[in-house]
């Protein structure tokens, strides 16, 4: 079921409260030196549709559905009284090992870090090199998380984390594509204490029904926004949780907009289980430069809790030139039925 979008009237009226956006990254990231993204001025404040370019609309819809429960939808549940701050992970794109040191003083006092592996055009050797710099960057208290977005085949991974797991590797996330191969890395892993984490098959595939029943995975990795909002989210971490897996929360880097639709749904699923897992919502710190008043800054190993306010000022610095605003309005006008009709197109 979509989101609660009754204050929609239509299609023309959404795209007058909309601006596209293209914001300058600190480093690549994906392969993109800019991000753009396309944000909603709703009654609720703003939402942020943060699709990928590339993404089809059955999958852009999705993304569109959070950014409108965002910011239309007034009964989704608030952050628990008195949570005002979610602690983060730090997040090392495929960067060079000699930059691992200066890109973790933008982290101040977090806990966890995740370090990307197993990126295209790098080995393993490169993914050694940067992993050991890291860990010595951040000491030994720091809890280490790698993620290889399913490129590894089995072997691949077996050979990578036998080599890794020298630098005390807490888990690994969705490091092969299919719930099977994860179930044999899993025993492969026994006894190592490296866990295993499920990501692009929960998002993409909708298989945590079978990574449960298989036991292939230890945590689920859930993202507000390619799951279609917090409440798709909460209710797979419920699932999740039940099962007996850990949740984390992360995010599909985008601006201090939607890093605050996770920050509420980290706020929510960290109240329930007591014992939360740091979320992967440390993100802006990739962003040139950012779209609200408050930016969600790390300090002290958190990020705050908090409405998003928009600052025109800075989105007029950053808006998109008319083609690429032309491309998300059509885009809009394709997905938005979808999203009506409960993303059944």
């Known amino acids: 079921m979509g989101p609660h979008i009754s204050g929609i009237t239509d299609i023309n009226e959404l795209i007058e409260r909309s601006y596209v956006v293209s914001i300058p990254l600190r480093m690549p990231f994906r392969g993109l030196t800019h991000r753009e993204v ?3 001025d709703g009654p609720e404040g703003p939402g942020e549709w943060a699709a990928f370019t590339e993404y ?3 999958v852009a819809a999705k993304w569109l559905a959070a950014a409108l429960e ?6 989704v549940a608030p952050a628990p009284a008195g949570v005002e701050k979610v602690a983060v992970n730090a997040t090392f794109p495929a960067l060079d090992p000699g930059d691992g040191a200066a890109w973790w003083k933008k982290f101040p ?22 992993v050991n710099a890291i860990r010595q960057a951040v000491g030994p208290d720091v809890t280490l998380r ?5 490129r590894w085949s089995v072997s691949e991974a077996d050979k990578a984390l036998f080599m890794l797991r020298a630098f005390d590797i807490d888990y690994v996330e969705q490091p092969v594509s299919t719930v099977d191969e994860m179930v044999y890395l899993k025993r492969q892993l026994r006894g190592t204490g ?4 499920a990501d692009e098959l929960i ?3 909708g298989a945590l029904d079978e990574v449960i029943d298989k036991r ?3 945590i689920a990795v859930l993202k507000v926004s390619p799951l279609g909002g917090i409440r798709p989210t909460l209710a797979l971490a419920q699932q999740a949780q039940d099962a007996g897996l850990q949740v984390v929360i992360s995010s599909g880097l985008e601006t201090s907009v939607g890093l605050s639709w996770g920050a509420r749904a980290a706020a929510i699923v960290g109240y329930q289980t007591h014992s939360p897992l740091a979320a992967g919502l440390g993100t802006a710190v990739f962003f040139e430069s950012d779209v609200v008043t408050q930016p969600l800054k790390v300090a002290a190993g958190s990020i705050p809790v908090n409405r998003p306010v928009l600052d025109p000022r800075k989105i007029r610095k950053v808006i998109a030139a008319e083609e690429r605003t032309t491309w998300w309005q059509e885009r809009l006008r394709r997905c938005l039925p979808m999203v009506a009709n409960g993303l059944e197109s």
Do not use: H, W
């Open 38 to 40: 396309m944000l909603i």
């Open 56 to 58: 089809p609309d059955n």
């Open 70 to 75: 965002q910011a239309f939808d007034d009964t």
């Open 109 to 130: 006092g977090v806990k966890a870090a995740k370090v990307k592996v197993g990126e295209p055009g790098q080995l393993l050797i490169d993914d050694v090199a940067r």
């Open 146 to 150: 790698l993620d290889a977005n399913a």
């Open 194 to 197: 490296i866990r295993l984490a």
């Open 203 to 205: 998002r993409q595939s």
């Open 216 to 218: 292939a995975a230890d």
